[in-house]
């Protein structure tokens, strides 16, 4: 129906426009003839306008018909910009250390008696690891027990006469000394005794045992490995280039590809020493370990925050495109129709691009197809 109507208009259009032809062929050169000629191309100017206005009806009408023209379009996808943070990161590797993780020495050489823990246990800070043949320093400790007890005796009988003014002060002297010097031996035997029991100086695990009941302990080799987990953390090389842009309490995220695991977490501190070997600086991150999979020396990627804008364009950096002078440029939607825009970009990271000049993050970016258009290009866009 709509279709017939538009074939009637123009029809009428057509008899009018052959009217006028026949009118203009009849004109001669009057003042008559100038105004019948200006009226004819006044009514010329309303249905040029007219016909105009029905053409675009017209082709708008052919577009929602024609299948095989939209069939011949580029067909792509989109994605809504918007702002958002965007971060950078660099990595560098570290190593997982922690403070507690000691070799215990036995501090005397004899005859291991006992060892009294496994590996892999769990032991307090003071807890008996070994204890050590100490016979001799027990037998000169009753001894001297048996000297001190007789020698004490003695002190306060003198002490008792000396005041009454009884006997020469000389003995008096001498029993004291004697007493106070028993008294001192028997606590450095004490302090001997102590040292044939190994103890724990610190909680944590038995990681390994060295020596075996029997064997003869010696203060040059190392009987025990002592770790504590709880507390670790990575130390990492970094370059000096970096020193400007990384400080304490910067966000990092440390990796560990041996057991899939990623921490995010902080740098605690960096170093004041610059390494005039390879020119680089320490970090240090502490790391939560409750679940005990972190082990020393393990490797780790840790991850720095070198940049961070809160609100930033970011678009993927594969969109990018570049003319031959150097230009980089992307493609957004317009109505229909491709446009290129001109853009500059900052910092990438994970195939992600910050846009520092040429889109607002409130355009319509071609995403696949980008690179099969031009500008100006009518568009098809697929979901």
């Known amino acids: 129906m709509k279709t017939q109507i538009i074939q009637h208009k ?182 001997q005794l102590a040292m044939y029991t190994v103890k724990a100086p610190f909680n944590g695990i038995v990681d390994e045992i060295t020596p075996k009941v029997g064997e003869m302990a010696t203060a040059m080799m190392p009987a025990f490995r002592l770790v504590n987990m709880n507390d670790v953390y990575v130390k990492a090389d970094v370059a000096e280039a970096y020193l400007s842009k990384v400080k304490s309490g910067d966000s990092v995220v440390v990796a560990f590809p041996s057991i899939g695991t990623t921490i995010n977490t902080t740098i605690e501190r960096l170093g004041n020493y610059i390494n005039p070997n390879n020119r680089t600086f320490k970090a240090k991150v502490n790391l939560p370990n409750d679940q005990q999979v972190l082990k020393p020396n393990m490797l780790g990627e840790v991850s720095i925050r070198d940049y961070h804008a809160k609100n930033a364009v970011v678009i993927p950096s594969s969109l990018v495109q570049m003319t031959p002078t150097g230009q980089q440029f992307v493609y957004i939607i317009e109505g229909d129709m491709a446009k290129k825009v001109e853009i500059q970009t900052g910092m990438s990271y994970n195939d992600e691009i910050e846009v520092t000049e040429g889109l607002s993050g409130n355009e319509t970016l071609i995403n696949k197809g980008a690179r099969s258009v031009k500008d100006g290009d009518a568009v098809e866009v697929k979901s």
């Open 10 to 191: 123009t029809m009428r259009r057509l008899v009018a426009l052959s009217l006028t032809t026949v009118l203009l062929a009849s004109c001669g050169g009057g003042e008559d003839d100038l105004a019948k000629l200006q009226e004819t191309r006044d009514s010329l100017k309303d249905v040029r306008s007219e016909i105009s206005d029905e053409i675009k009806d017209i082709e708008s009408r052919i577009g929602e018909l024609d299948t095989t023209k939209k069939e011949h379009l580029p067909q792509v996808t989109s994605m809504t910009l918007k702002v958002q943070p965007f971060e950078h990161f660099f990595t560098v590797q570290g190593v997982v250390e922690a403070d507690q993780n000691a070799l215990v020495y036995p501090e005397v050489n004899g005859r291991i008696t006992s060892i009294s823990v496994k590996e892999g246990e769990k032991v307090s800070a003071g807890q008996t690891l070994m204890t050590i043949d100490a016979k001799i320093v027990a037998n000169q400790i009753d001894e001297v027990k048996s000297r001190l007890s007789l020698a004490e005796i003695v002190y306060k009988k003198q002490e008792s006469l000396w005041k009454q003014e009884i006997g020469s002060e000389i003995q008096y002297l001498e029993a004291k000394n004697n007493y106070e010097s028993l008294r001192q031996n028997l606590e450095t035997l004490q302090a």
